[in-house]
């Protein structure tokens, strides 16, 4: 059983990157950034929400610096690009406090 087709749990929001098509999951029901809750960092985030409404943004803050290559393009935000190695997928894997506080407020009294 997957947590997108779990229907004794009314109220889910499933957070994960951009899915690859081969993983054929069902559309997402919002795509948020950061930068959308006061955090300058750029990182498309897609939601899957049942029974929650979309999260608003709280605060709209720059992107953040962002990472130049060699060649002169940007390659996204900078803070993902020079996570250390050893805690990469960890440090990437994290919810930006921004994000966590607007579900707390948003959905909190669902």
């Excluded at 779990?6 to 795509?31: F, G, T, V």
């Excluded at 300058?40 to 049942?50: I, R």
């Excluded at 803050?61 to 050893?86: C, E, F, H, V």
Aim: charged content about 20%; overall charge positive; aromatic content about 12%.
């Amino acid at each position: 059983m997957n947590l997108l087709d779990c229907s004794n749990i009314p109220l889910r929001a499933i957070e994960n990157p951009i899915p690859h098509k081969y993983a054929k999951l069902p559309a997402y029901s919002q795509i948020i950034h950061p930068f959308y809750f006061g955090e300058e960092a750029d990182k498309t985030t897609c939601l899957w929400l049942v029974g929650l409404p979309p999260l608003m943004a709280t605060y709209i803050a720059p992107k953040g610096k962002r990472y130049i290559t060699k060649d002169g393009r940007s390659n996204g935000s900078y803070w993902y690009q020079i996570l250390s190695m050893k805690d990469r997928s960890k440090n990437r894997a994290r919810t930006f406090k921004g994000i966590a506080e607007a579900m707390a407020e948003q959905w909190g009294n669902q």
